[in-house]
């Protein structure tokens, strides 16, 4: 256990003290809105996606962008806000493993600028193991 902890931490250091980093590093320690489930191992970061989903299912052939922002209303007004709530350590392995992105998008025509999680195939597909589903769905 304080293996695993000691390597999640490693990895977190690494990833938020490099040059590219660096601005994100404020947004990624407190902005990201972490939970920890009650009696779970791994800290939960929740993530929305404003838009439509096809069947409700994320595609696992197509990147799906996210933010640690619900304020997404900008992107997609008809659209559907989603909620994922992923384990901070499948979002450390993706990243490890190039199938995650942070970003800073800037929405042109409001010229909002909000920070975006970018998953890519073929993780994107396991996200909807940590879809929300909203009361009543």
Known sequence: MMRA???CFLVLLFSVSSPAMEENAVFWQSSLAAKTTAGASDDVVRLFH???LRGGQVSGTRALSTSPT???LHYNPQ???FEFQVP???LNQWEQQGLMMRLQDLHAPSGIITPEIRILP???EQMN????????G
């Open 5 to 7: 902890m000691f390597a």
């Open 50 to 52: 404003q838009g439509n």
């Open 70 to 72: 619900s304020d997404l």
């Open 79 to 81: 659209g559907q806000l």
């Open 88 to 90: 901070r350590s499948t």
């Open 122 to 124: 073929p993780a994107s």
């Open 129 to 136: 193991q940590f879809i929300i589903k909203p009361p009543g």
